[in-house]
């Protein structure tokens, strides 16, 4: 099993993450923990493409048709996703 280790963080940082547990109703430790174990979660999932040339084609029908989907109008999408309330996607223009 891995070493734990401590780390230091400046004054403003502490007094942010103190707050941010406190209204969480949790110790400071649990929320750093939570904190660091989501982070790497979604690196993880953002950080591995399963096929790259999926993208690419997106990106080329977009360019070759003009249709394109506004980040104003995908943003309120996207922060929905895994909630109860996840939202339509938005539609495709021109």
Not at 15 to 26: L, R
Not at 78 to 84: D, I, L, M, Q
Request: aromatic share 8%; hydrophobic share 40%; charged share 30%.
């Amino acid at each position: 099993m891995a070493d734990g280790f401590t780390i230091q963080v400046d004054d403003d940082l502490a007094e942010s993450v103190k707050a941010a547990a406190a209204a969480k109703g949790v110790p400071v430790q649990t929320f750093v923990r939570d904190a660091l174990a989501h982070h790497l979660f979604t690196e993880i999932e953002w950080s591995e493409d399963p096929d790259p040339a999926i993208d690419q084609q997106i990106v080329e029908h977009a360019l070759r048709t003009g249709e394109t989907i506004p980040w104003e109008n995908l943003k309120p999408w996207v922060r929905s996703w895994g909630t109860a309330d996840e939202a339509p996607p938005p539609k495709w223009r021109k």
